[in-house]
């Protein structure tokens, strides 16, 4: 199994809702990432978890909560949002986060296509 | 500040050949990644370049010199299917992935 498994494939949210993004990999992989991309743009790295630990936060605001419940699993929780964070939001995994040889590519999920209203 | 530099557009006709050019100054390096990704799905990964020289896979194949903070993707025997944005993206001394904005490649017939 090489893939990566985002759900749902689209979501529409009103601004008051609450609602989380998922993400599943079952490859053994140690890192888990969150991006957001906007159209025409590239990805936008948001967190990183490193075995199950938050490692990177790129500032991103609070309304956006991840969280890695074990190492095959990794969410994104969203409250409030803003339309202005519509986006495709891309999970990817890939062996480590660090290593002497950093040859391991990243694989992505499908994306979820997030709108919200 | 850290910088990846591609073009915006490029169009090539169907059975030609392309080479989509990348330069890069970043704090670091420790590769460059080569990304496909289609209208509205998520990139698919093409190459790793970490060692000066071409690395050939199929029709496609990616060149990297250090020395000069440049790579380019040469796509061979166009097909239609190859319509899609090229990303490239340099992992910095920190491991982090630094992404240019894309080359939007569209092929005619």
């Known amino acids: 199994d090489t893939e990566v498994t985002q759900t749902p494939k689209h979501l529409v949210m009103g601004m008051t809702n609450k609602k989380s993004l998922k993400c599943e990999q079952h490859m053994g992989h140690r890192a888990m990432y969150w991006y957001k991309q906007k159209a025409k743009k590239p990805p936008e790295l948001m967190f990183v978890y490193s075995y199950e630990k938050l490692s990177i936060n790129e500032s991103v605001p609070s309304r956006f909560s991840p969280e890695c419940p074990n190492s095959s699993l990794l969410n994104l929780h969203l409250h409030a949002l803003q339309p202005e964070d519509s986006a495709l939001y891309l999970c990817?995994?890939?062996?480590?986060?660090?290593?002497?040889?950093?040859?391991?590519?990243?694989?992505f999920g499908s994306g979820t296509q997030l709108s919200v209203l | 500040g850290q910088n990846i530099d591609q073009p915006t557009e490029m169009t090539a006709t169907e059975g030609a050949i392309v080479q989509i050019n990348c330069t890069y100054q970043t704090s670091g390096f420790n590769g460059l990644f080569w990304y496909q990704q289609h209208a509205g799905e998520a990139p698919t990964f093409l190459s790793y370049?970490?060692l000066d020289g071409l690395e050939e896979k199929g029709r496609f194949s990616s060149f990297l010199s250090r020395s000069k903070g440049y790579s380019y993707l040469l796509l061979k025997e166009l097909q239609m299917k190859d319509s899609a944005s090229y990303l490239c993206?340099?992992?910095?001394?920190?491991?982090?992935?630094?992404w240019g904005a894309g080359t939007k490649l569209i092929i005619k017939p």
């Open positions: 993206a340099v992992m910095d001394s920190n491991y982090q992935l630094i």
């Open positions: 990817a995994s890939s062996q480590e986060i660090q290593g002497p040889i950093p040859t391991e590519k990243l694989f």
């Open positions: 370049n970490v």
